[in-house]
C-alpha cells in the first residue's frame, strides 16, 4: 500500500462550503494534521468524523516534515488542514508538499475555499492577471516602496490584511495610488460580509471614520486606469505643482523621477529632466 498526502481546504466562514471530497479525504486518512487542532476538531467534531489529529503549525512543520513524509512512504495516509481556506496560501502546508513531491510522494490538492480567489471575483474588477502579496509590510516606508513597486503592473492587485492595520494600509494605498478603485471584502461568506469599492482616497477616510473595523479582510486594488495614466503629460500643470511641492519637502530628484515615472507611466528621464529644469 502506498502514503499519500492530501491538502484539504476548509471554509473560510460557511461551513456549507465544505466539499464532499473534502469529507472523505479525512474521514479516510490515517492521520489529519493541522495547523491547529482545537480549530479543525471543531470542525471535524462538527461533521461528526473521527480522526487521528496532530498539530502540525508554521513552527514545527519544518522540522516534522521528514518524519511524516516517511510515514507517507511506509504507507501512511496524510490529510493536511490549515485553519480556514486553502493550506499553502499565507498559511502552513506548501513545506509538506515540497518535501512530499521530493519524495516522490503521492499529493491530492483538493480544490476548495480560498479567500484570495473568493475576494477577487467579489470585487467585480475586470481583470486578465492578477498580483496576490499576502499581507502588506507592516512598516508605512515598506508598504509604500512595494505599492510603488507594482503601480504600473496590468494586473489586479490582492492583499490581505487585520482589521487592526487597515486603516494604516488604505491610507498608504491612497498615497501611492491616489484615486485608484480599491474593494474592501471583510467577512466574505459570514453573516456580516461587507464589500464596498471607492476610490483608494475616499475608502481611507470612510474606514478612518468608523469606530472599529471586526473580522478578516482582503483588499483588492482595481487595475491602472489606462487612459488616465495615457492622459498624464509631462506639460500637466498639477505635474508641476506635485513636482515642486515634493522638491520642497525634500525629496530627492532622481527618487521622485523614479516614483513619477512609475504612477504615471512617464519616461524616467524625461521627468528627470523636467524636475531639473524647476
Ligand atoms: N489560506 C487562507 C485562504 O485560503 O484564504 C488564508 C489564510 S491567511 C492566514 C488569513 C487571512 O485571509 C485573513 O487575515 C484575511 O485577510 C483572509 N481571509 C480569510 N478568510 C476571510 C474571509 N472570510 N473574509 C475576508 N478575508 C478572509
Not at 90 to 97: C, F, K, M, N, Y
Not at 150 to 178: K, N, T
Not at 215 to 231: M, N, S, W
Amino acid at each position: 500500500m502506498t502514503g499519500k498526502l492530501t491538502i484539504v481546504p476548509t471554509p473560510i466562514g460557511n461551513l456549507g462550503d465544505m466539499t464532499a471530497r473534502a469529507l472523505d479525504a479525512l474521514e479516510q486518512a490515517d492521520v489529519v494534521c493541522a495547523e491547529d487542532t482545537r480549530v479543525t476538531g471543531k470542525l471535524l467534531a462538527h461533521f461528526g468524523i473521527q480522526a487521528r489529529l496532530e498539530r502540525c503549525d508554521e513552527n514545527v512543520i519544518a522540522s516534522k516534515s521528514a518524519a511524516l513524509v516517511a510515514r507517507m512512504r511506509d504507507g501512511k495516509s496524510i490529510a493536511f488542514c490549515s485553519d480556514a481556506g486553502m493550506p499553502g496560501i499565507s498559511d502552513p502546508g506548501i513545506v509538506l508538499v515540497d518535501a512530499a513531491r521530493d519524495a516522490g510522494v503521492t499529493v491530492n490538492v483538493l480544490p476548495g475555499p480560498c479567500a484570495v480567489t473568493t475576494a477577487l471575483v467579489t470585487s467585480g474588477f475586470k481583470h486578465n492577471a492578477f498580483y496576490f502579496g499576502g499581507f502588506l509590510p507592516r512598516k508605512e516606508v515598506e508598504r509604500i516602496k512595494l505599492l510603488e513597486s507594482l503601480a504600473a503592473l496590468d494586473a489586479a492587485l490582492i492583499f490581505y490584511e487585520s482589521p487592526h492595520r487597515v486603516v494604516a494600509a488604505v491610507e498608504s494605498i491612497a498615497q501611492a495610488y491616489g484615486e485608484r478603485p480599491v474593494a474592501l471584502c471583510r467577512e466574505l461568506t459570514k453573516l456580516h460580509e461587507e464589500v464596498l469599492r471607492l476610490p483608494a482616497n475616499e475608502l481611507a477616510d470612510n474606514l478612518a471614520a468608523r469606530d472599529a473595523i471586526k473580522g478578516e479582510i482582503v483588499l483588492v486594488i482595481a487595475l491602472p486606469d489606462a487612459r488616465a495614466q495615457q492622459a498624464a503629460s509631462l506639460d500637466d500643470p498639477a505635474l508641476h505643482e506635485r513636482i515642486q511641492a515634493e522638491l520642497a519637502a525634500g525629496a530627492s530628484k532622481s527618487a521622485l523621477a523614479k516614483k513619477l515615472s512609475r504612477e504615471l507611466g512617464l519616461p524616467k528621464n524625461r521627468l528627470y529632466d523636467l524636475i531639473l529644469g524647476m
